[in-house]
């Protein structure tokens, strides 16, 4: 054991202090900036002491948008972000857990393939796949659609190696319980490995909520039209813009909506989150 | 309630292993039979042939005179407790009773009905709507046990239900499986590996070796007539001491010292001589082989004495209050030898 020291103590929370500010000051940058006119950001100082024009910009950005650099209203953003994150973690789970429950409950001809190949997707992440998956995506008249934004990003491992390492640590007899007490396969699945798997889910569902928020290059490269633009995407716009100075103020009000989903979610599911990365149920 | 027809059933796995080899045996409506023997033996893959959880190679089962090879394990009508009690984590007690008999489409009156008398049987009531998690290991057995009675089944099995609660609990749960079963009357095939549980709760044992059975039989003849030195060695405790021994004209020699006389009906030459740690006592003065002592155990009501008689290891249980010494005299029961072949290690009729 570590003996307990008050100055160990004592520098254990200023590395915390430390390590907090550092992730935190930018984030207050942003708030911060978000409640300043256009104006305050020419002098090339950034603002530390919040502004008074809060209001407008949330207002002006939630029903107007950035006409100037091709940003539609943000609420739209936010839908098509949402519609894509919550698509892609509930379409990534669906499937994972079926094909896990697959693979490790069933014998079936070529299930060693089957289970390889899964591993192989593991080692191609969309940066890697994007030239042929976006023929593939463009081939089936996928583009510039919710399906043509999801699809692809919701066929990867991750999600079926957690489920099936978790369905591995399950014990035997419980099936064979199941068995004997008339479970079949489905009523087993239903009944006893899904709501033990109650904290898997939702600690994989926040993960992949944030990875299909935050998804940039995907979506960039397939929606062409702004109705189905998401709101990573309509920062880089904002932030990118030709012959003018970029206006600071509302792309951070952008980046605080922006942030707003994932920390609801993270916020909302953290007791769960942290049960199931730390505790098995069983 | 029904009797079981286990007949001529191997069980060879894929890569070639052959866990049962032809196994034969009847088991009578509302007999407990205890399947017995070391890790690797078969006896827990006898079971869930039984069960259904594993194909049947060749041979048959039989349960009430329905052959059952190809029927799946809910069909069967069979109830299993598990070691661990494979309850279901998250559902309450009273769930865990009830799971089988919803899937099986019993009315809601029916099974609130039979999960409270089993719950009444078992003392669980006040646990029904705990999880298993919040219950200590024995409770849990009991609700394990609960599942199995709630059914109403042909027949229990058991695999080695106690194994995971401690040694004075495992005492007292196996006591009320025997009374349990006496009073439900249902035939039961339970597993373990331990001889003392073989021996108090069978109606008849079944000791396992090697995937064969090496003997059937109710636990005192299984105790006083071990069919090979196998089960000689592996029932009762302190083991069966079993040492070489030459034989003629009735004499017993353990390392050219005869050890007991007058001994009819055995054929002169080598043999495994087999004796009881009870069955080698003090000699009177000077009489008696000697028996140099190495180590004694204290057991309270006994005292088990190791030793040597000619560098043969043996055994004796004494009563406490026999003086001891470092070098004894001791004298053998020469009727309750037990005669096992050289080689095969059968044994020989007398």
Same mark, same amino acid.
């Given at each position: 054991?570590?003996?307990?020291?008050?100055?160990?103590?004592?520098?254990?929370?200023?590395?915390?202090?430390?390590?907090?500010?550092?992730?935190?000051?930018?984030?207050?940058?942003?708030?911060?900036?978000?409640?300043?006119?256009?104006?305050?950001?020419?002098?090339?100082?950034?603002?530390?002491?919040?502004?008074?024009?809060?209001?407008?910009?949330?207002?002006?950005?939630?029903?107007?948008?950035?006409?100037?650099?091709?940003?539609?209203?943000?609420?739209?953003?936010?839908?098509?972000?949402?519609?894509?994150?919550?698509?892609?973690?509930?379409?990534?789970?669906?499937?994972?857990?079926?094909?896990?429950?697959?693979?490790?409950?069933?014998?079936?001809?070529?299930?060693?393939?089957?289970?390889?190949?899964?591993?192989?997707?593991?080692?191609?992440?969309?940066?890697?796949?994007?030239?042929?998956?976006?023929?593939?995506?463009?081939?089936?008249?996928?583009?510039?659609?919710?399906?043509?934004?999801?699809?692809?990003?919701?066929?990867?491992?991750?999600?079926?190696?957690?489920?099936?390492?978790?369905?591995?640590?399950?014990?035997?007899?419980?099936?064979?319980?199941?068995?004997?007490?008339?479970?079949?396969?489905?009523?087993?699945?239903?009944?006893?490995?899904?709501?033990?798997?109650?904290?898997?889910?939702?600690?994989?569902?926040?993960?992949?909520?944030?990875?299909?928020?935050?998804?940039?290059?995907?979506?960039?490269?397939?929606?062409? *039209?702004?109705?189905?633009?998401?709101?990573?995407?309509?920062?880089?716009?904002?932030?990118?813009?030709?012959?003018?100075?970029?206006?600071?103020?509302?792309?951070? *009000?952008?980046?605080?909506?922006?942030?707003?989903?994932?920390?609801?979610?993270?916020?909302?599911?953290?007791?769960?989150?942290?049960?199931?990365?730390?505790?098995?149920?069983? | 309630?029904?009797?079981?027809?286990?007949?001529?059933?191997?069980?060879?796995?894929?890569?070639?292993?052959?866990?049962?080899?032809?196994?034969?045996?009847?088991?009578?409506?509302?007999?407990?039979?205890?399947?017995?023997?070391?890790?690797?033996?078969?006896?827990?893959?006898?079971?869930?042939?039984?069960?259904?959880?594993?194909?049947?190679?060749?041979?048959?089962?039989?349960?009430?005179?329905?052959?059952?090879?190809?029927?799946?394990?809910?069909?069967?009508?069979?109830?299993?407790?598990?070691?661990?009690?494979?309850?279901?984590?998250?559902?309450?007690?009273?769930?865990?009773?009830?799971?089988?008999?919803?899937?099986?489409?019993?009315?809601?009156?029916?099974?609130?009905?039979?999960?409270?008398?089993?719950?009444?049987?078992?003392?669980?009531?006040?646990?029904?709507?705990?999880?298993?998690?919040?219950?200590?290991?024995?409770?849990?057995?009991?609700?394990?046990?609960?599942?199995?009675?709630?059914?109403?089944?042909?027949?229990?099995?058991?695999?080695?239900?106690?194994?995971?609660?401690?040694?004075?609990?495992?005492?007292?749960?196996?006591?009320?499986?025997?009374?349990?079963?006496?009073?439900?009357?249902?035939?039961?095939?339970?597993?373990?590996?331990?001889?003392?549980?073989?021996?108090?709760?069978?109606?008849?044992?079944?000791?396992?070796?090697?995937?064969?059975?090496?003997?059937?039989?109710?636990?005192?003849?299984?105790?006083?007539?071990?069919?090979?030195?196998?089960?000689?060695?592996?029932?009762?405790?302190?083991?069966?001491?079993?040492?070489?021994?030459?034989?003629?004209?009735?004499?017993?020699?353990?390392?050219?010292?005869?050890?007991?006389?007058?001994?009819?009906?055995?054929?002169?030459?080598?043999?495994?001589?087999?004796?009881?740690?009870?069955?080698?006592?003090?000699?009177?003065?000077?009489?008696?082989?000697?028996?140099?002592?190495?180590?004694?155990?204290?057991?309270?009501?006994?005292?088990?004495?190791?030793?040597?008689?000619?560098?043969?290891?043996?055994?004796?249980?004494?009563?406490?209050?026999?003086?001891?010494?470092?070098?004894?005299?001791?004298?053998?029961?020469?009727?309750?030898?037990?005669?096992?072949?050289?080689?095969?290690?059968?044994?020989?009729?007398?």
């Amino acid at each position: 054991m570590i003996d307990r020291h008050p100055w160990l103590d004592a520098l254990a929370h200023a590395v915390l202090i430390a390590g907090v500010l550092i992730v935190a000051f930018p984030v207050y940058v942003a708030v911060i900036a978000s409640t300043h006119g256009p104006n305050d950001f020419m002098s090339g100082l950034v603002p530390l002491l919040p502004g008074s024009d809060a209001i407008a910009n949330y207002r002006s950005m939630l029903t107007d948008g950035l006409s100037s650099s091709g940003a539609p209203p943000l609420g739209g953003m936010l839908w098509n972000s949402l519609v894509m994150a919550l698509s892609i973690a509930f379409g990534k789970i669906a499937i994972s857990i079926l094909s896990a429950y697959a693979i490790v409950y069933f014998r079936f001809p070529f299930r060693a393939v089957a289970f390889w190949m899964i591993f192989v997707t593991l080692m191609l992440p969309v940066e890697v796949r994007i030239v042929p998956t976006f023929k593939v995506v463009a081939d089936l008249g996928l583009l510039d659609s919710y399906a043509g934004l999801t699809i692809p990003l919701i066929a990867s491992a991750t999600a079926t190696f957690l489920f099936r390492q978790f369905f591995l640590t399950v014990p035997e007899e419980l099936m064979e319980a199941a068995r004997i007490d008339g479970a079949g396969p489905l009523k087993f699945f239903r009944d006893i490995l899904l709501p033990l798997s109650r904290t898997n889910i939702a600690a994989l569902f926040v993960i992949l909520f944030i990875y299909g928020w935050n998804q940039y290059l995907w979506p960039m490269m397939i929606t062409t *039209t702004s109705s189905h633009y998401t709101i990573v995407m309509g920062i880089k716009r904002m932030s990118d813009v030709a012959d003018a100075l970029p206006q600071w103020n509302v792309v951070m *009000t952008t980046v605080v909506l922006a942030l707003l989903p994932p920390v609801i979610v993270v916020v909302g599911m953290q007791r769960l989150f942290v049960k199931g990365l730390i505790e098995t149920e069983k | 309630m029904s009797a079981i027809e286990i007949t001529g059933v191997s069980k060879v796995y894929a890569g070639g292993v052959r866990a049962v080899s032809d196994v034969s045996l009847s088991i009578a409506d509302g007999e407990f039979i205890v399947l017995v023997g070391p890790s690797g033996c078969g006896k827990s893959t006898l079971l869930r042939m039984i069960a259904g959880l594993e194909t049947i190679t060749s041979g048959t089962v039989a349960i009430g005179n329905r052959v059952v090879n190809e029927i799946d394990p809910a069909a069967r009508n069979i109830a299993m407790v598990f070691q661990n009690y494979a309850l279901y984590p998250h559902m309450s007690v009273y769930d865990n009773l009830a799971y089988g008999l919803r899937n099986r489409g019993v009315p809601k009156t029916d099974i609130d009905a039979r999960v409270a008398e089993a719950a009444r049987m078992l003392e669980i009531e006040p646990f029904l709507t705990r999880k298993p998690k919040q219950l200590s290991g024995g409770q849990r057995q009991r609700v394990a046990m609960g599942r199995a009675i709630v059914r109403k089944p042909d027949a229990f099995l058991f695999d080695e239900p106690l194994s995971n609660l401690d040694a004075k609990l495992r005492v007292s749960m196996r006591g009320e499986i025997r009374q349990l079963q006496r009073r439900l009357g249902v035939t039961s095939v339970y597993v373990t590996h331990d001889q003392l549980e073989a021996m108090t709760l069978a109606d008849r044992i079944v000791v396992l070796n090697g995937g064969r059975i090496e003997q059937v039989g109710r636990p005192l003849d299984v105790y006083h007539n071990p069919a090979s030195t196998f089960v000689a060695s592996f029932i009762g405790s302190p083991a069966m001491n079993l040492a070489e021994a030459e034989v003629t004209g009735g004499a017993v020699a353990i390392g050219g010292q005869v050890v007991a006389s007058g001994v009819s009906g055995v054929k002169d030459g080598q043999v495994i001589v087999g004796l009881r740690a009870e069955d080698i006592q003090p000699a009177a003065p000077g009489t008696g082989v000697p028996f140099a002592v190495r180590y004694i155990e204290e057991l309270g009501a006994l005292r088990l004495v190791h030793g040597s008689v000619e560098g043969r290891h043996l055994t004796m249980a004494l009563s406490p209050d026999l003086p001891l010494a470092d070098e004894m005299k001791v004298v053998v029961a020469a009727d309750r030898l037990h005669f096992f072949e050289d080689g095969s290690g059968r044994r020989m009729t007398r």
